[in-house]
């Protein structure tokens, strides 16, 4: 039986964003697989972690590309992008607390190029006059990005509704963001 890698990568996931200590034995049960299997997929936490890293970073780049980002007033880019996100949400909760993945040097280059898509999109904003000029384009590229993780913590946990996802998200953030005319 052909083993789905995605489909373990997001099992994987699903359990470590709730349980960051999860063992290799909980990751295999999670993904309805034995020990044996997963270890020949992953040789171990380590290459697993970098695995869903990997997939993190194509799946944000792909929801970047699908949201058009580049096109069309900056606040309607934001929201198509976080709604692009929304299936993503999980896996980037657990990568978000992953200190490991952001220190050093073997840093994935993709968090950069990611980077450098959200602080560009927040600065067309700016200069187009529709976001804040006071508040930075790294500051509203965090934000956006712990807003995304806040909300998968709380809907894995039953505290927000997941139909609420794009709405909550983007009516603070831009709330936020909106440069008020005077």
Known sequence: ????????????AGLLMRKSTATMDE????AGISRATLNRQFAGRDALIRA????GIAECEAAAARAAVDD?????????LVRELEPAAGLLAFLYSENQLF????QNEGWARLDARMVGL??????????????SPVWLTEALYGLLVSAAWAI??????PNDF???????????ATRRQV
């Open 72 to 80: 069309g007033p900056a606040p309607d880019a934001v929201r198509r």
């Open 27 to 30: 990751v295999a049960r999670a």
């Open 156 to 161: 894995s946990e039953g505290r927000v509704a």
């Open 1 to 12: 039986m052909a083993v789905d890698r995605k489909q373990v990568l997001r099992a994987a």
């Open 52 to 55: 869903l890293e990997e997939l």
């Open 122 to 135: 927040f600065r067309r904003g700016q200069e187009a006059g529709e976001f804040r000029i006071d508040l």
């Open 166 to 176: 794009t709405t909550n998200i983007t009516e603070l953030l831009l709330g936020g």
């Open 103 to 106: 220190e050093g040097d073997e």
